[in-house]
Every structure is written in structure tokens, then in C-alpha cells.
């Protein structure tokens, strides 16, 4: 088999099975409890990281839509998963916003995110473009993605400005919120190694899970968690467990993939996002909102998402072609499939249920 470039390295699959003690055989959907389901996926392995063993099975409820791992990992062995991963170098975004950035192009984003940032959230980041209005019209998609770099957080005010961030791995996101946007920001992360390299960064990070912490109930204005909550066993009873820390009107912010997205209809099973074992639970839009009703949020907002399609459909065709999904660059793209990304993306909009992420806002209601 030949590769496009010396760049893309070809890997397989560890080989193997996962040790059958570790494994957790459910029969029913670990959201609504409903045996009635379809077989989606058969045979997934990592082909992403390459260092967990077994094949996978993954179904999807036929009453909720939740696609789920059966048998998964079980939580003492889950850790096998995480041997190689990408959260435990140390990483500063907070320069981003404030700190001076090399090349007209790279200054005139910083410039446009930040005036987008200013109309919106009531920041003062300088420098900044204050005309982004009007740019809007033909920047809708920078908008948005300017919009999650900050998760939607309007600038602090004083006594609803305690933030926690869930699974911060190295912690990027805290030391952003804290250093540039100004809150009184945590993180929590379950992985030794990813907290060291966070307090290196000289932030607070809590070592446990959202399931065991002595966290203070009630005390945070915004929790968020990027890319966390398909990673976890039960994110229903997590779900609640947030809820029960946010103050009375508090937001949870949630950023997960999508199993309704484009990359996912196009590549099936080599569909990047899968990431088995590793994403236990996949939700579309309906599964989330399930979801979150359950763990008792009663308002909540699905947000616009841009960008990342390219980028899903290139490593996907890399896990089909048998390349590490993570050497691969733009230029080794094959024509036709950066055409039908491309297409992908200019169909995509805030409304559709194919986008790669789905971004939600769920509040705690006053009571
Ligand atoms: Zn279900």
C-alpha cells in the first residue's frame, strides 16, 4: 500500500483483547434504561491513540438515540484507555487574547476575535477591530468559533464569577479563564499526570472526578466541560452531580461530539469521533437534551458551531486508509473529499443536527 506523503505513518490496532475481568456488560441503554436497540458498529478499535486493546460493540437505544459501548471498560480498567493521550503536556491559550502575536494575519484574528468578544460579552480586549459587525455578515463561522474559544462566558461579575472547568486535563482552559477573562476559575481532572502539568501553569486544579470530589455544593456560576462528558460511565448521575454544584441560576456549558455528524454519515465506523474505547456514551442533539432533563436542567440552549469539519473528515480518512489519524496534514488530503467537506460545511449551520460538535448551555434554576 503506498501513503500521499512521508508525512502520514502508517499504524494498526493493538492487537489483543481487553482483559475480560475489566469489562462491564450493561444489556440496556445507560441513559434510559431501554433494552430495545440496534447494533451500530461492530469490530471498533483504537485507531486512534493505538495503545488499547479489544474490539467493541456499539449500539445505539432505540428510545433515546444514545449510542453506548456494551461490553466497556469498566472503571477500574478504564485507565488502560488513557496510557498515551493528549492532555498531560503543559499549554498556555491565555496570550491569545492579550499577548502580542507575531505576523499581520495572526494579529488582525486576534483583533476580529477580540471585537467579536467585546460586542458580544462585554469584554475590553485590545487590540481589537470593532467593525467585526459588520465583517459578521461574511465571518459567521469565526464568530462562532470565537464564541466557544471563551464557552460563551460573558465577562465576570463580581459574585457570579466562581467557574469550574470538568476534565481540564493540562488545564488551558482554566489559566484562559483566570488570567484573560478575568473569573475566579478551578479545574477538576481525574489524570495525576494532567493536574501536575495544570499546576505548573500555576493554576487551582482539583485531583478527582465529578463523581468523587469534596467540591462546595452550590458554589459555582458556570461549570463547563469540553469533550468530557462521552468519556464518562454514567453521565446522567454526573449531570446531576454538576447541577448540584451550581449556584441557584448557574450554566453548565458542554461541548461533545456528535454522533449525528457528517464525518460520522460519511465514514461510518472510521469515523474519527467514535474514539473507542475511550467515548463510552455518544449523543446527538435529542440524547443530550434527554439527558439533561434528567439530571433535572430544566432551560437550556443549543449554541451555533463552526469550523472542525475539514478537520474531522482528514483524520477519518486516515483511520479508513490505515494512518495514524494524527500525522496527516491538509496537504495529504485527496481532492474529491476536501471538496465534499467543504460542501459539508457550507450546509452546515446553527440549525443543523449534523455538525461535528454540539455546544449546549443548561441553567439551574432558581429555586
Ligand atoms: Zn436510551
Excluded at 494579529?107 to 476580529?112: D, E, G, I, S
Aim: aromatic share 8%; glycine share 8%.
Amino acid at each position: 500500500m503506498s501513503f500521499p506523503s512521508p508525512r502520514c505513518i502508517p499504524r494498526f490496532a493493538p492487537s489483543g483483547e481487553w482483559p475480560e475481568g475489566g469489562l462491564e456488560h450493561l444489556g440496556r441503554c445507560p441513559i434510559c434504561s431501554s433494552e430495545d436497540r440496534n447494533l451500530m458498529h461492530d469490530n471498533l478499535r483504537d485507531r486512534v491513540f493505538f495503545v488499547a486493546p479489544g474490539s467493541w460493540r456499539m449500539w445505539r437505544c432505540k428510545n433515546c438515540d444514545v449510542g453506548y459501548l456494551d461490553p466497556r471498560p469498566n472503571s477500574k480498567t478504564i485507565g488502560l484507555a488513557y496510557a498515551s493521550y493528549y492532555t498531560h503536556e503543559t499549554a498556555s491559550r491565555a496570550n491569545h487574547i492579550s499577548g502580542p502575536r507575531s505576523g499581520l494575519v495572526r494579529r488582525l484574528r486576534q483583533a476580529l476575535r477580540n471585537g467579536e468578544l467585546n460586542r458580544s460579552y462585554n469584554y475590553h480586549f485590545e487590540p481589537s477591530i470593532s467593525s467585526f459587525g459588520v465583517l459578521r455578515v461574511f465571518a459567521k463561522r469565526k464568530a462562532w468559533e470565537a464564541d466557544a474559544f471563551v464557552r460563551h462566558l460573558p465577562a465576570p461579575k463580581p459574585g457570579s464569577d466562581q467557574l469550574l472547568d470538568i476534565g481540564c486535563g493540562n488545564g488551558e482552559f482554566v489559566e484562559l479563564a483566570q488570567k484573560a477573562l478575568g473569573y475566579r476559575a478551578e479545574g477538576l481532572e481525574l489524570d495525576a499526570r494532567a493536574v501536575e502539568a495544570a499546576r505548573r501553569l500555576g493554576i487551582c486544579v482539583h485531583h478527582g472526578s465529578v463523581d468523587q470530589n469534596d467540591l462546595p455544593l452550590q458554589s459555582y456560576a458556570h461549570v463547563t466541560l469540553c469533550h468530557v462528558l462521552e468519556h464518562l460511565h454514567h453521565p446522567v448521575s454526573a449531570l446531576s452531580n454538576i447541577r448540584s454544584l451550581l449556584q441557584p441560576g448557574g450554566r453548565v456549558w458542554i461541548e461533545i461530539p456528535n454522533l449525528d455528524a457528517a464525518s460520522h454519515r460519511q465514514f461510518g465506523a472510521n469515523a474519527l469521533l467514535l474514539d473507542s474505547p475511550r467515548h463510552l456514551v455518544m449523543f446527538n442533539r435529542k440524547s443530550l437534551q434527554i439527558s439533561l432533563e434528567m439530571a433535572g436542567f430544566t432551560s437550556l440552549a443549543f449554541k451555533p458551531v463552526g469550523g472542525f469539519i475539514e478537520e474531522a473528515y482528514l483524520q477519518s480518512w486516515a483511520i479508513q486508509s490505515g494512518i495514524d489519524p494524527y500525522s496527516v496534514e491538509i496537504a495529504d488530503f485527496p481532492a474529491h473529499l476536501k471538496t465534499a467537506a467543504r460542501r459539508s460545511a457550507d450546509a452546515d449551520s446553527s440549525r443543523s443536527l449534523q455538525v461535528e460538535s454540539l455546544i449546549v448551555c443548561a441553567y439551574r434554576d432558581n429555586a
